[in-house]
C-alpha cells in the first residue's frame, strides 16, 4: 500500500520508521511518503496560511499549496483510492473504518494546523475523519494512529495475523484477558482452565470472558451485536452479580 501524508511538520512522522510499521516499510508491504506542503507555496514569503475573510480568529491554510501537493502525489504515485483530511467535525473513526482503509492501495492524509482549512480544502478529499470529540494542535497524531491501526488489518504487517482477528472491536467485543508466566503471581492466578490444554474449553471461556468484560467495559457495544450466542451470554451474565475476577466464568 501507498500511503501519502501532506504535513507542515513531516519530522513528527519518524515515528512510523519503528515497530511494526518500519518492519512493514523495510519488507515493502508499505511505502510511506511524508510531503511538505509549504514546498508548493507560490508566495516569497513561503506563507500557507492567511486571515480569514469576515474577520474571526486564528489563521486558516489556503487552498493553494495543498492542492499544488496533491497534484505532486498524484503525479507521482497516480490518484488515491481516498484522500482524507483529519477534522474533528469528521466521521469518528474505529475497527470498521480501518478495516475498509486497509483495502485500499493510495491513501494520501491530508494534516492541518492553526484555526483550520480554507472551505475548498474539504472539495479536494473523499473524507474528513476525527479521532473523536476533542482538539488536538495538528493532524499529524491523528494520521499516524489511523495508519497504525489500519496497516495491522493488511497480511504481513502482524508475524500472525490472527491477532488482529481477536483485537478488541474487531468482533464487536473488548479483547478478552490475556495471562503468561508465573502462573500465581502474589496470590493472583491463571483462571485453571487456560492451562490444561482443552483447546475447545479455552475458546469458549475466551468468549464468555470477552463478553463479561464488554459487558462490564463497554456494554454500549453490545447494542450492536445481533449473533444470538454472544446476546445468550449476555442474559446469562447479567443474572450473576458474584463474579469478582475471571477466575469464577
Known sequence: MQIDILSLFPEMFGALQASLIGRAQENGILKIDVTNFRDFTTNKQHHVDDTPYGGGAGMLLQVQPIAAALNDVTAK?????????????????????????????????????????????????????????????????????????????????????????????AQGLLEYPQYTRPADYQGQTVPFVLTNGNHPLIAEWRLKAAVWRTLKERPDLLEKITDPTIQKLVRQLNQRDDLSSFNDL
Open 77 to 169: 504515485h497516480g490518484p488515491s483510492d481516498r484522500t482524507i483530511i483529519l477534522d474533528p467535525g469528521g466521521r469518528q473513526f474505529d475497527h470498521a473504518y480501518a478495516v475498509e482503509l486497509a483495502q485500499c492501495q493510495h491513501l494520501t492524509f491530508i494534516c492541518g494546523h492553526y484555526e483550520g482549512f480554507d472551505q475548498r480544502v474539504y472539495d479536494l478529499a473523499t473524507d474528513q475523519v476525527s479521532l473523536g470529540d476533542y482538539v488536538v494542535t495538528g493532524g499529524e497524531l491523528p494520521a499516524m494512529v489511523m495508519i497504525d491501526a489500519l496497516a495491522r488489518q493488511i497480511p504481513g504487517v502482524l508475524g500472525k495475523q490472527e491477532s488482529a482477528a481477536t483485537d478488541s472491536f
